[in-house]
């Protein structure tokens, strides 16, 4: 018997089918001819670029031949997964000597957290050291995975925040009298109150922290930290851990990971025994929102508001795009989505892909002065070819991204693989930056997974292929144990673009090609010339910093970007400088060069995995007379939360700004 079919239930059903037709007519092509071109050393791309690579000093204690952790037995299977992540790099100026020329490196060989010159600087200023948690709990379950540099406690000197799978935060204080850069210099402070105990241990939440993202969520003028969970609660660490390890509930469109927190500032003081407050917000996400694998966030205003909005790179499924609605004192967001077009992918629109993401950065990557984004996920071939994202900003105007994040639409558009950005094998961390001083960014990207001697893929692609009912329980999964390789010997990227806006991988013309997985980069001007340099954490290998030689191509804008330290705080930093204050965190720079080129930035407080950039603002600003002023538009909130709008005019070259009502720059 023939069952008749409605039209509605006819175009419900060839509809998509045509769609996909086309999809697959024009995508499949385009994708063979758009992977990743590569100049060669002493082309025209190429040649802009000279950068040293340059080892990275450690103190006693860090380096061994260690290359996995020891896990508990039921999970043994996974110990090359588990062991795939941790390695970490900040860039910052923690002395106090007006230059970004330290770094704070995580190193996972021996699960250590060490502050270090950065290799181009005066390396006599101290001796690398290894900070201490003391007296605080800890335990074999509690190993580090990152360093956040920023002033916690706004007493003008620079504190760092390590997170920890197995362990809550710890903030490291600079203590007011220190007088030298090294361990003691720091008080170590809970961000959550620990129990006490008896037996001295740690008996503490078990986070997996993978992601922090610094900024003034609320508008209020003092600092709040976003924290983002991978695994829920675990402590496969542990041979006699109590919490089980729990795996995603599915591989594209996962909630049952760590999600997501927010913390604001209570109090704090300064002094030789400093101190800071912070409590958790109470429900600051939309329900159903928050639960995702996080591994890196980003924060930056894209409604003009001088409010941050916050994405979150989630593994195993959507990332989130959170719009801020916050006012002082209350943290809150909605929650905005791309719209989908008649051949875009699902995965192409934002806020529906089901992909890994692992980056997470703003800037701009076509020069039309509004924000960008660049998201690494894995896009190795012949492997899982998914793809990364190159978010480019849609809206005219302020103006009309406000109009519609508000009505809950993200007006970006994945560009990735017409620009050349799209697949390039497993991606972590990335940042945007003018490397060259052209006006136009280049896209640096940590890459690779675990480095072995036999190949995973077959089994990570079978896996990929089960009931997601299963794949949360570990015993459903494959063994990635000790000898594991996934994408382990592809080399770190660094795109920059042509003439045309399409990006080449300059990695083997610059010499960048070291086949070693590699996980946080930290970018930051540490001579004071213009020119940025950065260091790359690599998972189970000596990190190394790239120095730069030169950004010929043009001249730039420098600022340090302060906001006055709250009374009682130290008047000068260990390199015996007056303190400057507090980096004005969110602050908007805009400059228009006499060309009508519009170029943009913001003072991030530590976006993306676990790379962290210097806080302070750079911008390339191409072939302008070094002497003409330039007009320059600051957007920033005072210590009191008030918002501040000020054109100005400087001169190319570095700058230190002291926002309060006004801006002043300091001599």
């Known amino acids: 018997m023939k069952i008749p079919l409605s039209r509605s239930v006819l175009r419900k059903a060839v509809v998509p089918a045509v769609a996909l037709l086309i999809m697959g007519a024009l995508f499949i092509p385009a994708r063979s001819s758009l992977l990743p071109t590569f100049d060669n050393a002493g082309g025209p791309i190429a040649s802009r670029f000279d950068f040293t690579p340059m080892p990275i000093a450690m103190p006693d204690g860090v380096r061994s031949d260690r290359t996995i952790r020891d896990v508990r037995y039921p999970y043994e299977h996974l110990a090359a997964w588990i062991s795939s992540i941790g390695a970490a790099a900040a860039m910052n100026d923690i002395d106090g000597n007006r230059l970004s020329d330290d770094l704070c490196m995580v190193d996972v060989r021996a699960d250590k957290v060490y502050v270090t010159p950065t290799p181009d600087s005066n390396t006599s200023r101290y001796a690398p050291f290894i900070l201490d948690p003391a007296p605080l709990r800890m335990d074999e379950a509690a190993v580090p995975a990152g360093c956040v540099p920023g002033d916690y406690n706004s007493d003008g000197r620079t504190d760092l925040l390590v997170h920890f799978y197995g362990r809550t935060p710890i ?79 599915s591989f594209s469109n996962a909630a049952n990971g760590g999600g997501n927190r927010i913390f604001t500032l209570n109090g704090a003081t300064a002094g030789p025994e400093p101190t800071v407050d912070y409590r958790e917000v109470a429900q600051p996400f939309p329900i159903g929102k928050s639960s995702g694998w996080v591994l890196a966030a980003a924060a930056t205003d894209l409604t003009g508001d001088q409010l941050p909005e916050l994405y979150v790179s989630n593994d195993f499924g959507k990332d989130r795009m959170f719009v801020n609605k916050s006012k002082p004192g209350d943290i809150r967001f909605g929650f905005a989505e791309g719209e989908r077009g008649l051949t875009d992918p699902k995965s192409y629109v934002m806020g529906h892909d089901s992909y890994k993401g692992m980056a997470a950065d703003f800037g701009d990557l076509n020069g039309d002065g509004m924000p960008d984004l660049f998201v690494s996920n894995i896009a190795a071939r012949f492997a899982l070819m998914e793809g990364h994202f190159a978010w480019y900003n849609t809206a005219k105007d302020t103006a009309d991204a406000a109009a519609e994040l508000n009505d809950g639409v993200a007006p970006f558009k994945n560009r ?31 890459t690779g997974m675990i480095k072995g001697d036999t190949n995973r893929w077959p089994q990570i692609q079978e896996a990929g292929t089960i009931n997601d009912d299963l794949v949360k329980y570990p015993v459903a999964w494959p063994v990635i144990a000790k000898g594991a390789d996934l ?103 805009q400059v228009r060069t006499p060309d009508g080129k519009v170029h943009t930035a913001h003072l991030d ?40 709008e000020q054109t100005i005019q400087l001169t190319p070259g570095w700058h230190t700004m002291s926002l309060t009502s006004s801006a002043q720059e300091v001599k």
Request: proline share 6%; with cysteine; glycine share 12%.
């Open 487 to 589: 994408s382990g010997s592809d080399p770190m990227g660094f795109f920059s673009q042509g003439d045309d806006g399409k990006f080449a991988n300059l990695t083997h013309a610059l010499g960048m090609d070291a086949p070693i997985p590699s996980r946080g980069i930290a970018v930051g001007d540490s001579t004071g010339s213009g020119a940025l340099s950065f260091a790359v954490a690599r998972q189970w290998a000596d990190p190394v910093f790239y120095h730069n030689n030169r950004a010929k191509d043009g001249q730039f804008l420098g600022l340090k970007l302060v906001k006055p330290a709250k009374e009682g705080s130290a008047p000068t930093t260990i390199a015996g400088l007056p303190t400057l204050g507090v980096p004005a965190i969110d602050a908007q720079v």
């Open 171 to 249: 903030v490291y204080l600079q203590k007011s009298d220190a007088k030298t850069l090294d361990a003691k210099a720091f008080r170590p402070v809970d961000l959550v109150p620990v129990p006490d105990t008896e037996d001295g241990t740690y008996h503490g939440q078990r986070w997996i922290t993978a992601a922090v993202a610094i900024a003034d969520f609320d508008g209020n003028g003092t600092t709040d930290i976003f924290i983002g969970n991978y695994f829920p609660d675990m402590d496969a660490l542990k041979q006699d851990g109590r919490l089980a390890l729990w795996m995603t509930d």
């Open 416 to 446: 990735a693989p017409e620009v050349g950005l799209a697949w390039q094998t497993w991606g972590w961390d990335a940042k945007i930056d003018d490397f060259d001083n052209d006006g136009r960014n280049e896209v640096i990207q940590a």
């Open 605 to 644: 407080g530590g976006s993306g995995h676990t790379g962290k950039r210097a806080t302070e603002v750079h911008l390339g600003l191409g072939n302008v007379d070094p002497k003409a002023p330039l007009e320059v538009k600051l957007c920033w909130r005072d210590s009191k939360g008030g918002p501040h």
